[in-house]
């Protein structure tokens, strides 16, 4: 059990800077192809009710559970007060999730704790596993926790760091990508009770200020997770 923890709580060495860079363009091309992005997008999504379920709570509302669909959306149902702060953060934190989880992660790496964000990650999706309230919802869970348990656990160092360095380079870009669909689908009239228009109707602040913010939080997440995982 020491020997765990050690391990868990120990640093591990990057990467060298040109497989940092060929992970980044790999991820970078699953964001960007249609085919690839249309699977991993449920990722992103697992991230984005999760932001919502996470936020709920630490601000006091209470989580009904989440579901996870497979056109890659969700939803995320919490009781409590239906205006003010926490239902205010509890709708911001969705499209602000991924990217501020991969700034995270981005953070984690460059400290060196690479086996932590593994089994870091685990922990939250095993806590998440609890409320999803759909089937399709928890079998992407468990395969997406099922897939970083096997990598922390059966894999080597190596492997380890590549896999990690991966998943943050595709939380920070994959991160970026549902803000501009949802702008998109606003343009052309879509998407009216999306998570923009939730905060529109709870701060009377316009929709687009807030896509503007997700745009802001997802780039600057981006900008500097990156120049994290570079050594810039």
Known sequence: MTDVWDEVTGTQPAPETWLVLAVAAVALLVVSVR??????????TIAHEGGHG????????????IRLHS?????????????GIGMVLTAAAGYTAP????LFGA??????????????ATALLLAML?????VYGALSVIVTGGLFFAVSWFTEPEVQSVFAYGVVWFLLLGGVRPVFELQAKRRYGGARDSDADQLQRLTH?????????????????????ARWLLGW
């Open 205 to 225: 602040a316009p929709a687009v200020v807030w896509l503007l913010l997700f745009h802001a939080v997802s780039l600057c997440s981006l900008t500097g997770g």
């Open 107 to 120: 953070w984690l790496l460059t400290t060196g704790h690479i086996t932590a964000l593994l089994w870091g």
């Open 130 to 134: 609890i409320m999803i309230r759909n």
């Open 54 to 65: 996470l936020v709920a709570l630490l601000t006091g509302r209470r989580l009904d559970g």
């Open 71 to 83: 056109d890659t959306s969700g939803l995320t149902v919490s009781r409590g007060k239906p205006t």
């Open 35 to 44: 085919p690839s992005w249309l699977i991993a997008r449920n990722a992103v």
């Open 99 to 102: 990217s501020l989880l991969g």
